[in-house]
C-alpha cells in the first residue's frame, strides 16, 4: 500500500490566518493526489484534484501544489466556513488511500 | 445533479454480516469511467477507503478488509452493494459512498453517510 502521511494532525488558526497542511507519500505518486473538505454530519467535498487544480465551485482561497512524494494544501484567508479536517487521497494505486486527516480548529 | 444515499442497518450484532446499499441519482453505473466507492470512519479517526466498483463491473478492495468485503451493482435500479462479512465492534463507522470518475481520478460527490453501530 502507499501510504499517505498528513502534518499537522490539527491546527489552531483564526479567521484572516493563512493555514498550509502537508501530505507525503511513501512513493511517487507523481500528481494523482486529491484532497477533501470533511465537517462533521456532513459529506466530504473535493476541493483540489490532480495535485493543483481547484474543483468547480470551490473558491479561491484554497490552492494545492506539489507533486511526487510531497504535496501542500493552502487556504489563504481563513473563514469561519473553512473550520473542519481536510484530508489527502492518492489515486495513483488503484488500492485508494488517505492520509490521516488535519483538523483546522478556532484560536 | 449528482446524489448518492447510504441506507442499511443502524445496529448489528457481532458476526453477523452487514448489507449497505447505497442509491444514486443523476448519473449511470453503465457509464464508461464511472465508478462508486465506499469508505468508513470510525468515531475520532480517519476516512478509509473499503472498495471501488466500475461500470465494467471492475472491483478494488482494500487489502487489508478484502477478506471480508463483497461490492456488487444493480445498473438498473441505480444501486450498488456492500457486504461485510464477520463485524466486529471496531467496525462501528459511518459509512460512505461516492462517484469516482475513472478519468479525474477522484470521488466526487459523496453521500452524507450512514452510522453502523456494532454491539451485542
Known amino acids: 500500500d502507499i501510504q499517505m502521511t498528513q502534518s499537522p494532525s490539527s491546527l489552531s488558526a483564526s479567521v484572516g490566518d493563512r493555514v498550509t497542511i502537508t501530505c507525503r507519500a511513501s512513493q511517487s505518486i507523481s500528481s494523482y493526489l486529491n484532497w477533501y473538505q470533511h465537517k462533521t454530519g456532513k459529506a466530504p467535498r473535493l476541493l483540489i484534484y490532480?495535485?493543483?487544480s481547484l474543483q468547480s465551485g470551490v473558491p479561491s482561497r484554497f490552492s494545492g501544489s506539489g507533486s511526487g512524494t510531497d504535496f501542500t494544501l493552502t487556504i489563504n484567508s481563513l473563514t469561519p466556513e473553512d473550520f473542519a479536517t481536510y484530508y489527502c487521497q492518492q489515486s495513483f494505486s488503484m488500492y485508494l488511500t488517505f492520509g490521516g486527516g488535519t483538523k483546522v480548529e478556532i484560536k | 445533479q449528482i446524489t448518492l444515499k447510504e441506507s442499511g442497518p443502524t445496529l448489528v450484532k457481532p458476526t453477523q454480516t452487514l448489507t449497505l446499499t447505497c442509491t444514486f441519482s443523476?448519473?449511470?453505473?453503465?457509464?464508461?469511467?464511472?465508478?462508486v466507492g465506499w469508505f468508513r470512519q470510525p468515531p475520532g479517526k480517519a476516512l478509509e477507503w473499503l472498495a471501488l466498483?466500475?461500470?465494467?463491473?471492475?472491483?478494488w478492495y482494500s487489502p487489508s478488509l478484502k477478506s471480508r468485503l463483497a461490492v456488487t451493482k444493480d445498473t438498473s435500479k441505480n444501486q450498488v452493494v456492500l457486504t461485510m462479512t464477520n463485524m466486529d465492534p471496531v467496525d462501528t463507522a459511518t459509512y460512505s459512498c461516492a462517484q469516482y470518475s475513472h478519468f479525474h481520478k477522484w470521488f466526487d460527490p459523496w453521500g452524507q453517510g450512514s452510522l453502523v453501530t456494532v454491539s451485542s
Open positions: 443523476g448519473f449511470s453505473l453503465s457509464t464508461s469511467g464511472v465508478g
Open positions: 490532480g495535485a493543483s
Open positions: 466498483i466500475f461500470w465494467n463491473d471492475d472491483k
